[in-house]
């Protein structure tokens, strides 16, 4: 399948690179087949119904990205994940003139080791914190890891982390979650409207392009998930009710789709995911996907062209970029309906 029939061009000026306070005042594009709708994200508690199951993602992101240097020279470092204890995995540029047994000065004054490095540009290092540790380190002095698109990542009105963060680990937020505000999930609640928590610490590799022609050669990257019983019950139970699943974002649906069992039933589940969810792929487990704008040829328009069709998709977009939506992470959102095959 080639990755042209996900390209599409995207005028700059629409790339979002502030925040919308209150974030609830978003616009929101309704996608279900070819009909078209405007809306804005506040008004989901008016388009759901009592019943239907919000499921959104818990993580929360470090501030992963720290400077350190070696031999006088400075690197900037994104901590991914640790790979075991105290080995963390990391990218930087410039990786290839680091080597093993190099010792890295970060600021803050700890200091790590490199012990390992692979061919795809990722390199572990050693640290001398445990987990929890070295993460509330970053947290002092590092920075958030905001997408390369942000020209002015200093911006004060940019809010990176949802209002149901909790759980750290993620190198990217879960963007569709920016949009919620207490208000609008008090009206969801209020109105008999489900919601329930799922954890995928979101990766580097949504960051990553695909690189390769034919997007069945694409392999994707590792990314820790975690759903409890409670929550594989409540969506099994909101469905045989006939209420609708909606994923709040690519990262719930991949949760959810890595997470199924014989009869399609959600089971709780803790562990890795590289699911990658592209056309052809029947997706099981929700009715609707809220989600922003994404990137063209990325995995992420590709998983939505899954759920409800490159065509749709393809005109989606063009709609939206006629009628000035904001794209990416910071920017507006769409609520997609799965499209019956």
């Known amino acids: 399948m080639d990755i042209n029939l996900f390209n599409f061009d995207l005028?700059?000026?629409?790339?979002?690179?502030?925040?919308?306070?209150?974030?609830?005042?978003?616009?929101?594009?309704?996608?279900?087949?070819?009909?078209?709708q405007d809306s804005l994200t506040r008004n989901l508690s008016n388009i759901l119904d009592r019943g239907d199951i919000v499921v959104v993602n818990n993580t929360k992101v470090i501030k992963s990205n720290?400077?350190?240097?070696?031999?006088?020279?400075?690197?900037?470092?994104?901590?991914?994940?640790?790979?075991?204890?105290?080995?963390?995995?990391?990218?930087?540029?410039?990786?290839?003139?680091?080597?093993?047994?190099?010792?890295?000065?970060?600021?803050?004054?700890?200091?790590?080791?490199?012990?390992?490095?692979?061919?795809?540009?990722?390199?572990?290092?050693?640290?001398?914190?445990?987990?929890?540790?070295?993460?509330?380190y970053l947290n002092i002095y590092g920075q958030l890891p905001l997408p390369p698109y942000i020209?002015?990542?200093?911006?004060?009105?940019?809010?990176?982390?949802?209002?149901?963060?909790?759980?750290?680990?993620?190198?990217?937020?879960?963007?569709?979650?920016?949009?919620?505000?207490?208000?609008?999930?008090?009206n969801l609640l209020s109105k008999g409207v489900i919601i329930e928590e799922i954890t995928l610490h979101v990766g580097a590799g949504t960051f990553f392009p695909v690189k390769v022609k034919d997007i069945n050669l694409h392999q994707m990257y590792d990314e820790f998930i975690e759903i409890s019983q409670k929550t594989a019950d409540k969506i099994n139970e909101t469905k045989l009710s006939g209420g609708r699943v909606i994923a709040v974002g690519t990262t719930v649906l991949r949760a959810l789709e890595s997470s199924l069992d014989k009869n399609s039933c959600v089971i709780s589940n803790k562990g890795n995911t590289d699911i990658f969810i592209k056309p052809g792929y029947k997706?099981?487990?929700?009715?609707?996907?809220?989600?922003?704008f994404h990137l063209p040829k990325s995995t992420l328009f590709i998983l939505v062209c899954a759920l409800a069709g490159i065509k749709n998709m393809?005109?989606?977009?063009?709609?939206?970029?006629?009628?000035?939506?904001?794209?990416?992470?910071?920017?507006?959102?769409?609520?997609?309906?799965?499209?019956?095959?």
């Open 11 to 36: 005028p700059k000026t629409l790339i979002a690179q502030e925040s919308i306070f209150p974030p609830d005042l978003s616009k929101l594009l309704i996608i279900e087949g070819s009909n078209l």
């Open 66 to 136: 720290i400077l350190g240097c070696h031999n006088s020279k400075n690197y900037l470092f994104t901590f991914l994940s640790e790979q075991s204890p105290n080995i963390w995995k990391a990218l930087t540029k410039g990786s290839k003139k680091l080597i093993i047994n190099d010792k890295i000065d970060f600021n803050g004054g700890m200091t790590g080791i490199i012990i390992n490095k692979n061919d795809i540009g990722e390199i572990f290092i050693k640290i001398e914190y445990i987990k929890s540790d070295f993460i509330k």
């Open 151 to 186: 020209k002015n990542p200093s911006n004060s009105n940019i809010n990176y982390q949802t209002l149901f963060a909790k759980n750290y680990g993620a190198v990217a937020a879960p963007t569709a979650g920016l949009h919620f505000t207490e208000s609008l999930k008090n």
């Open 283 to 292: 997706i099981k487990s929700i009715d609707y996907l809220l989600t922003n």
């Open 314 to 341: 393809q005109n989606a977009y063009k709609y939206a970029i006629k009628n000035n939506y904001r794209f990416y992470s910071l920017g507006d959102a769409c609520l997609i309906k799965k499209q019956e095959t």
